[in-house]
């Protein structure tokens, strides 16, 4: 099983980074880096890639919408180069609220631009002449689009890799599907590996069956915040403080009836808490929104406890398909930070 961890986009990267030749020693796999509508994920991208030697980088996620399909190809390539063929492509159709609120881009057909879009990367990755007629993407632009002028054209430099490792993040049956039948890896959210198999079962095998061997075993990035602790008390604490991380995203992350999060909280069968959640949260109310998350998926969901009891959650993990753990190491210091990361190496074998 893969190590790996997000790192955190609201703050403390120059900090996290400083740390990383700690968490290589310390076995860390992969690092994650997010966008949502914070600084861009590339730039720090390349810049871990200069900070590193050994060490896996990958977008966590760039959203589709405002690259181009041939623009994400060349990012993907020119990350892949500078780390010396250690990026992996992180993909996802994020939200409404972020691609219409902050982009001003219309939320349309995102199993579809998203196919479309892996489709483009890999000719690109190829150094084919690029031509494509999809629903969505039309390269060149058709003459009555445009000034005529467009021409096909392929990628000047020969990339690391002819197919960079592309992860989708998904989390709705027909977009999981699609992302088990195409992608190299597959990124849910709050995954809880007790009910993982009831929610994505019949979406996974659905499209495995029609998965070209050549892409290999999916890999499954499961995601977890991570203490290993023998003080019950101190182990409460810290699962609390995961509570308002799942209050932002099933209540209030998206609008009544548009909340992915909140869907998924209802497919895992909390209904109830998901309303409770949902009406708190976008009545102001998050510390009551907060105090409605249910102690099972915050518990399920999280590594926090003594060690014989996270060697147990790895081993469900395991059972239920995990290859690739992202964990997010609670602790005050870095030295601490990065024993987290030794320890769990250890434990995951």
Same mark, same amino acid.
């Given at each position: 099983?893969? /190590?790996? $961890?997000?790192?955190?986009?609201?703050?403390g990267?120059?900090?996290?980074?400083?740390?990383l030749?700690?968490?290589?020693?310390a076995?860390?796999?992969?690092?994650?880096?997010?966008?949502?509508?914070?600084?861009?994920?590339?730039?720090q991208?390349?810049?871990?890639?200069?900070?590193?030697e050994?060490?896996?980088i990958?977008?966590g996620?760039?959203?589709?919408?405002?690259?181009?399909?041939?623009?994400?190809?060349?990012?993907?390539a020119?990350?892949?180069?500078?780390?010396?063929?250690?990026?992996?492509?992180?993909?996802?159709?994020?939200?409404?609220?972020?691609?219409?609120?902050?982009?001003g881009?219309?939320?349309?057909?995102?199993?579809?631009?998203?196919?479309?879009?892996?489709?483009?990367?890999?000719?690109?990755?190829?150094?084919?002449?690029l031509?494509y007629?999809?629903?969505?993407?039309?390269?060149?632009?058709?003459?009555?689009?445009?000034?005529?002028?467009?021409?096909?054209?392929?990628?000047?430099?020969?990339?690391?890799?002819?197919?960079?490792?592309i992860?989708?993040?998904?989390?709705g049956?027909k977009?999981?599907?699609?992302?088990?039948e195409?992608?190299e890896?597959?990124?849910p959210?709050?995954?809880?590996?007790e009910?993982a198999?009831?929610?994505?079962?019949d =979406?996974?095998?659905?499209?495995?069956?029609?998965?070209?061997?050549?892409?290999?075993t999916?890999?499954?990035?499961? =995601?977890?915040?991570?203490?290993?602790?023998d003080?019950?008390?101190?182990?409460?604490?810290?699962?609390?403080? /995961?509570?308002?991380?799942?209050?932002?995203y099933?209540?209030?992350?998206?609008?009544?009836g548009?909340?992915?999060?909140?869907d998924l909280?209802?497919?895992?069968?909390?209904?109830?808490?998901?309303?409770? $959640?949902?009406?708190?949260y976008?009545a102001?109310?998050?510390?009551?929104?907060?105090?409605?998350?249910?102690?099972?998926?915050?518990?399920? =969901?999280s590594l926090?406890?003594?060690?014989?009891?996270?060697?147990e959650?790895l081993e469900?993990?395991?059972?239920?398909?995990?290859?690739?753990?992202?964990v997010?190491? $609670?602790?005050? =210091?870095?030295a601490?930070?990065?024993?987290?990361?030794?320890?769990?190496?250890?434990?995951?074998?």
């Amino acid at each position: 099983m893969r /190590i790996g $961890m997000l790192l955190n986009y609201s703050g403390g990267f120059t900090e996290t980074v400083a740390e990383l030749v700690d968490y290589e020693k310390a076995g860390l796999d992969i690092v994650f880096v997010p966008e949502a509508y914070s600084f861009d994920a590339v730039s720090q991208l390349g810049f871990i890639a200069a900070r590193t030697e050994r060490l896996e980088i990958a977008s966590g996620i760039l959203q589709i919408y405002t690259r181009t399909p041939a623009l994400t190809a060349m990012t993907a390539a020119g990350l892949d180069y500078v780390s010396g063929g250690r990026f992996t492509l992180g993909i996802g159709a994020s939200g409404p609220q972020v691609i219409e609120g902050f982009h001003g881009m219309p939320y349309t057909a995102p199993l579809g631009r998203t196919r479309e879009l892996v489709e483009i990367c890999r000719k690109v990755w190829r150094r084919e002449r690029l031509e494509y007629q999809g629903r969505h993407y039309q390269i060149p632009l058709p003459a009555d689009c445009g000034s005529g002028l467009g021409k096909p054209l392929r990628l000047i430099n020969h990339p690391v890799r002819g197919r960079i490792p592309i992860i989708i993040a998904a989390i709705g049956p027909k977009n999981v599907a699609m992302v088990a039948e195409i992608a190299e890896g597959w990124q849910p959210i709050f995954y809880l590996p007790e009910r993982a198999a009831e929610v994505w079962g019949d =979406s996974l095998a659905a499209g495995r069956a029609k998965r070209d061997p050549l892409l290999g075993t999916l890999d499954v990035v499961a =995601s977890a915040p991570l203490a290993i602790t023998d003080d019950e008390h101190a182990a409460a604490g810290l699962l609390d403080a /995961i509570r308002p991380m799942l209050a932002l995203y099933i209540g209030g992350m998206g609008a009544k009836g548009r909340n992915f999060y909140h869907d998924l909280a209802c497919r895992y069968g909390f209904e109830a808490q998901a309303e409770v $959640m949902q009406n708190h949260y976008l009545a102001g109310n998050k510390d009551a929104a907060a105090a409605a998350v249910p102690d099972e998926l915050v518990r399920r =969901s999280s590594l926090i406890g003594p060690a014989g009891y996270i060697r147990e959650r790895l081993e469900v993990l395991r059972a239920c398909g995990v290859t690739t753990l992202n964990v997010t190491p $609670m602790a005050g =210091s870095a030295a601490e930070r990065v024993r987290l990361i030794e320890r769990i190496r250890d434990l995951a074998g």
